[in-house]
């Protein structure tokens, strides 16, 4: 069964602080991707990623970095979290065919004090 | 800029009622164009889908309607049921976006008894 997990579900953190946000898949997906989800305006896409050591923007990768060292892991990092970086931050996983089916994990949900 | 516009933002339908939810595009290029369905507590998970060289696809009691011309998709759901309350998302991609979707602002179906 396919399995997109995301470690931290809830998360509590301070301005200023760097956050980091890990998502594994046991899938051998090809493609990876990060959405930030807020009340009304839907998911937007953060950074993506279409193979290790690669990433591109998105629509919205102001105040956001990514890594991606290894095919199944794709981290989300807030080098300092700003109060309107509180939100539901979701990762998703696909192959590389043009399916456009993506797996995602059950979300992360981040607040900034 | 929201290339996807989603309505209504929420949903109230009796049990055995039909829900529609209408999303509109911009990008003549968009080529694929799913439904995702989320529960409290869970990520997106795909639904339904359709390419633009059919104009309806039914799944189900689900069924997307798509009007290239008019450059619109809407989902039904016929005898809707309580198990149905969750928050759908329309998107689309196209096959040079390499899976990468942009979606809707949601719409919160609440299906009451």
């Known amino acids: 069964d396919v399995k997109v997990t995301q470690s931290s579900r809830y998360l509590v953190k301070r301005t200023g602080e760097k956050v980091f946000l890990e998502c594994v898949q046991d899938?051998?997906?090809?493609?990876m991707f990060w959405y930030r989800q807020d009340p009304g305006l839907g998911l937007r896409l953060i950074y993506f990623?279409?193979?290790?050591?690669?990433?591109e923007k998105g629509d919205i990768p102001e105040g956001y970095s990514v890594s991606r060292e290894k095919k199944e892991r794709f981290s989300l990092i807030l080098e300092s979290a700003s109060t309107n970086q509180t939100s539901m931050y979701l990762c998703?996983?696909?192959?590389?065919?043009?399916?456009?089916?993506?797996?995602f994990g059950e979300g992360s949900r981040l607040t900034v004090l | 800029q929201q290339q996807v516009k989603q309505s209504p933002q929420s949903l109230i339908v009796q049990k055995g009622g039909i829900s529609i939810i209408n999303c509109a595009y911009e990008n003549t290029a968009f080529d694929y164009f799913p439904w995702y369905q989320q529960f409290p507590g869970k990520g997106p998970a795909l639904l339904i889908a359709?390419?633009?060289?059919?104009s309806e696809k039914k799944e189900g009691r689900f069924t997307i309607s798509f009007n290239k011309s008019a450059k619109q998709f809407s989902l039904h759901i016929m005898d809707s049921q309580p198990g149905d309350s969750a928050t759908y998302f329309c998107a689309a991609s196209w096959a040079g976006g390499g899976n990468k979707l942009t979606f809707g602002t949601g719409t919160q179906l609440k299906v009451e008894l």
């Open positions: 990623s279409y193979d290790v050591k690669m990433k």
């Open positions: 899938m051998d997906h090809e493609n």
């Open positions: 359709i390419r633009p060289d059919v």
């Open positions: 998703a996983s696909t192959t590389g065919a043009n399916t456009g089916e993506l797996f």
